[in-house]
């Protein structure tokens, strides 16, 4: 039964029993939430963007999930819903006075306030530490404890003063209830948003279609109703149009009585030449092209 070196082994290394469950440390879990990204695990540092789902995240680490086109993606479920910048709101958060961060911690020893936090609510007071419960408002971005949101009710944010709903309130960090409700109301949104759109480019087609009806037929008051100097003008331009047509074929049928008798005619030189009767018309064998030259005309 000994092990080399003389060593013994105990019961619970031969014998297998039940796992014990790991107990989470709730201090570890509340700092993760509210001071790492829940995308990359980095430090939170501004700019902080939160999803419709109430998470946080760093503002480059969303941009580079979103670049990044690979089919394995880093913690790819913690962030499958956000499917553009858009689908993230930017938050105005409110620096805590009190808090020092590593301004003291020079040599390392320094002991960390886990109660303390980077960012308090501007109304209350309260630190973001996840002691207490914060929102935000998806409209403008700005963030404010639950307590200060039903303590002061109003309509209208507290510091930018942009008018809001309880649509637009979103818990930050949440339980798996809030997240739920959360989910649900974002599914809603989004439905909303791609049945508004379809609508829009329906109506713009068919704004488009009447437009290009309405140029290829005029109504009937520009039909009936036009101006005489518009009329004057139409009959005038038909009128040139057809005198010249009226005139060549003058000018055919002419030509056609006149083969025989186009050298006697009272006709001009010029308009007898354009006949092959005329004497500049005929030409000697010398001056007639051969199987030699290419035009009638080298010689």
């Known amino acids: 039964m000994g092990c080399d070196g003389g060593t013994i082994p105990k019961r619970h290394e031969l014998v297998k029993g039940p796992k014990k469950v790991e107990k989470v440390d709730k201090d570890a879990e509340l700092v993760a939430q509210w001071n790492y990204c829940t995308l990359s695990q980095e430090i939170l540092r ?30 790819g479920k913690a962030a499958s819903h956000i499917k553009s910048i858009k689908n993230v709101t930017e938050l105005r958060l409110s620096d805590n006075p009190a808090w020092e961060g590593d301004k003291g911690n020079t040599k390392g020893d320094k002991h960390d306030d886990l109660q303390r936090a980077r960012f308090i609510c501007p109304v209350v007071g309260l630190e973001m530490n996840g002691r207490h419960r914060f929102c935000f408002l998806r409209c403008c971005g700005c963030v404010f404890s639950e307590r200060a949101l039903k303590e002061i009710k109003a309509e209208v944010c507290h510091t930018c003063g942009t008018a809001f709903q309880e649509d637009d309130v979103i818990v930050l960090n949440g339980s798996k209830e809030d997240v739920e409700v959360l989910k649900s109301r974002m599914e809603e949104r989004r439905l909303r948003a791609k049945l508004e759109k379809k609508t829009k480019k329906s109506k713009a087609a068919e704004s488009v279609s009447k437009s290009d009806v309405s140029e290829e037929t005029p109504g009937p008051s520009k039909m009936k109703t036009g101006k005489p100097e518009e009329t004057n003008l139409d009959t005038r331009e038909k009128k040139t149009n057809s005198a010249p047509k009226s005139a060549a074929a003058h000018g055919i049928t002419s030509g056609k009585a006149a083969k025989r008798s186009i050298a006697d005619s009272e006709e001009s030189e010029a308009y007898k030449s354009l006949f092959t ?23």
Not at 49 to 66: M, P, Q, S, T
Not at 286 to 299: K, L, R
């Open 46 to 75: 501004r700019p902080i963007v939160a999803c419709e789902l109430g998470r946080l995240y760093n503002k480059d680490a969303v941009i580079e999930f979103l670049l990044d086109k690979s089919s394995e993606k880093a913690l």
């Open 277 to 299: 009767t005329h004497s500049s018309a005929k030409r000697s064998k010398e001056e007639s092209a051969h199987w030699v030259t290419h035009t009638s005309y080298c010689f």
